[in-house]
């Protein structure tokens, strides 16, 4: 048993066969294209704002998506060493854009944990705390010391990246190492609105056990507006590995997550459904604009 999941053992013969079919991550990418309704995302954050609560884009993307994989579970497996695992929790990682002491742009990664009571004013509160407490110029963060440690001596990164792939590989990983892994998620999360950027298809890295990664483009005109209309949308690039779930499962995963995202006052009580009156964060004090 691996500290990150459990091997899913009641499949068909064919969910079995795909990852001998196809053993490696990049032979089982599938790329989609998405839009969001721009406008409807846009007068949702400014109420929200208005009533003293701050959400962003991202957080209400996060927020539709684990709300929808909450319904569709095997959206969270992943793959290692040609055996489907699920995983015993759920969290998503994404880039973080900073200034150097020189000025310089520099990024670094972060990764939040997320829990069946969240919702998308507890998801984006936590994730401005790890925004905030990680936008000092010094790579202070767990994942950036141990990439620092690695690199430390130059023989080092070789013989330490091949211990932990291998480690992985025979489920022996220490859940330390695995929580402070960008790498080891179940969803990754590049938001190229922020810097002004069309969206790209990115692949899902063959180290760890990403499953699905999303990129958010900068918002465009609506391909079908009518001359004069001003609709927009935010084109979404997506990857996933098709190892970990049938294309009918993958189809009712995103036309659930589609739905929440048409509908994000959905996603201001418990993410899992409960009925829980004060599942609703306090307010929290709007900072820096974060697409």
Known sequence: MRADGTRVRDLTPIMQALPYIMPRRYDAQNWASDMLDEDILKVYIRRKRREGRRVTHMSVLVAAYYKAALENPKINYFIMN???????????????????????????????????????????SRVQEMIDR??????????????????????????????????????????????????????????LA???????????????????????????????????????????????????????EYSRFFAAFSRNMRNPETLETRLDGLDAAAAGAPPVEIGEAVL
């Open 194 to 248: 922020s810097i002004n950027t069309n969206c790209i298809y990115h692949h899902c890295y063959e180290f760890g056990t990403t499953g699905v990664f999303i990129c958010m483009g900068k918002p465009v005109r609506k391909p079908d507006a009518l001359p004069g209309e001003k609709g927009r949308v935010m084109p979404l690039g997506v990857v996933m590995d098709e190892r970990i779930a049938t294309g009918i």
């Open 82 to 124: 040609r055996r489907i695992y699920k995983r015993n929790h759920f969290c998503f990682s994404f880039v973080l854009l900073k200034k150097r002491a020189d000025g310089t742009p520099d990024e670094t990664t972060l990764k939040v944990f997320l829990k069946p009571e969240d919702t998308v004013f507890t998801i984006s």
């Open 134 to 191: 990680n936008s000092e110029a010094a790579h202070n963060n767990s994942t950036d010391k141990f990439a620092n440690l690695a690199f430390a001596v130059s023989a080092f990164p070789r013989f330490i990246f091949w211990l932990v792939y291998h480690l992985d590989l025979h489920g022996l990983l220490p859940r330390r190492i695995i929580d402070l892994s960008p790498f080891h998620t179940s969803l990754f999360v590049t938001n």
